[in-house]
């Protein structure tokens, strides 16, 4: 079939420099281009992903929040009752042994320096901290 035909054969000295620099040209911008457009189309994907990642993250997270949270003020319910049954035990013995109006006497006392010596080194620590970034 193609014995008979005369098929030319395409050299490079056929070519001139100016039809070799089009083509060259042309093949470049198109893969430029294409690379351009596959680089935003990967970016937008990377995107989407990374958005899909954290929403799932947060999601995570927020149930495990949630659960250190719930178990944190039960924890602080259990504990101030146990303080309340503590001071309440500590009135019935010393109100057997002082009086009632004594023994509250001395458990609300008691209570109230404790208060007092915590509330002091509260406010010494907070004087200590560095409010300003310039005073330090």
């Given at each position: 079939m193609l014995q008979n035909k005369d098929i030319p054969i395409l050299d490079d000295e056929q070519f001139s420099e100016e039809t070799e620099a089009t083509v060259a040209d042309e093949s470049e911008a198109?893969?430029?281009?294409?690379?351009?457009?596959?680089?935003i189309e990967d970016v937008r994907i990377l995107a989407h992903a990374e958005v899909e990642y954290y929403r799932t993250k947060?999601?995570?997270?927020?149930?495990a929040t949630k659960r250190v949270v719930t178990l944190f003020?039960?924890?602080?319910?259990?504990?101030?009752?146990?303080?309340?049954a503590l001071i309440l035990g500590i009135?019935?013995?010393?109100?057997e042994h002082l009086g009632p109006l004594a023994?509250?006497?001395?458990?609300?006392?008691?209570?109230?320096?404790?208060?007092?010596?915590?509330?002091?080194?509260?406010?010494?620590?907070a004087k200590k901290l560095p409010l300003d970034e310039n005073d330090s």
């Open positions: 198109r893969s430029l281009a294409s690379q351009l457009t596959g680089l947060l999601s995570v997270n927020m149930a003020g039960g924890a602080v319910v259990i504990g101030t009752t146990a303080i309340i009135l019935l013995v010393l109100s023994a509250t006497a001395i458990v609300v006392g008691t209570a109230l320096l404790i208060a007092s010596i915590m509330m002091s080194m509260a406010i010494k620590q």
